[in-house]
């Protein structure tokens, strides 16, 4: 049974959208240790 969703795969983009948040938290954190070294 097929639904109707504006998008083709709003899953791709919410797990998108995460992994960005995550990939730039982590640069955060690089630098935050590199400034602590």
Do not use: C
């Amino acid at each position: 049974m097929k639904k109707h969703v504006n998008a083709p795969h709003p899953n791709i983009y919410v797990f998108t959208d995460l992994l960005q948040k995550e990939q730039s938290l982590a640069s955060l954190a690089r630098l935050r240790g590199d400034m602590w070294k």
